[in-house]
């Protein structure tokens, strides 16, 4: 983050939605690579901690109801999203039958490699990438000759190894009272928090420079107190 956090938030904002481009622009002393090799989840939890510093520990989220077609609101808490996350995100070793299987976390290169593919693809495409070890019987195997239950237990592991990379949600709809399944999506939240008070900052910047003709590096300089004082005083 920028020493002047107005500067940091406009540079956040300018980031755009994507997680790891937010997250350079929050962290722009971390190294690059560093950031792209964390752990999906653990990458989304830095995100939510960015966010609880800048607004607060309540996330708003709002879901739309696949029953009635009405949008059900849900608060969701930084805090308790953060204490589902381990200290440090750990590979998996499974045994399932005859196959053993290690694998890492996805992390956004591999992300970014799928980007593209279609939902089936993207899945074999994803165990090629994170799976480091795959034996049948003690003999070394290929990943995409895997039966469906043991993909499904190295999601499972995956998923419980590092939480946050599928934040799961379970809403109660007020309308019609139906359980809506949503997937939290932390960027995305990240984003639009940034992108509003972006837009609130920038109006008083523009309201400003009407007003008096100040330069907007000037404006920004100013502290929150003293740009409402000249903005009351504009009126
Ligand atoms: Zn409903």
């Not at 440090?88 to 593919?117: F, N, Y």
Request: proline share 8%; aromatic share 2%; with cysteine.
């Amino acid at each position: 983050m920028s020493t002047n956090p107005v500067e940091g938030l406009l540079a956040l904002w300018e980031a755009g939605t994507n997680p790891l481009a937010l997250l350079r622009a929050a962290e722009p002393g971390a190294g690059d690579d560093g950031l792209a090799r964390l752990p999906v989840g653990a990458r989304d939890g830095k995100l939510i901690a960015h966010q609880r510093r800048l607004f607060g520990p309540a996330i708003e989220a709002t879901v739309p109801c696949a029953e009635c077609g009405e949008t059900a609101e849900v608060t969701l808490d930084a805090d308790s999203l953060l204490a589902m996350a381990p200290e440090e995100v750990a590979p998996i070793a499974i045994t399932s039958g005859a196959w053993r299987i290690e694998a890492r976390p996805a992390d956004s290169h591999d992300m970014a490699a799928l980007a593209m593919k279609e939902p089936e693809a993207a899945e074999r495409a994803l165990l090629a990438r994170v799976v480091t070890l795959c034996t049948r019987d003690g003999a070394p195997a290929d990943p995409a000759n895997l039966p469906p239950e043991v993909v499904a237990a190295i999601e499972d592991a995956l998923e419980a190894a590092d939480p946050l990379a599928a934040i799961t949600l379970l809403v109660a709809c007020p309308h019609c009272g139906a359980s809506i399944p949503a997937l939290h999506d932390p960027a995305h939240h990240f984003a639009r928090s940034v992108a509003a008070e972006a837009r609130r900052l920038l109006a008083e910047v523009a309201a400003l420079a009407r007003a008096y003709g100040w330069r907007e590096a000037d404006i920004l300089a100013m502290t929150p107190q003293r740009r409402a004082a000249y903005l009351e005083l504009a009126a």
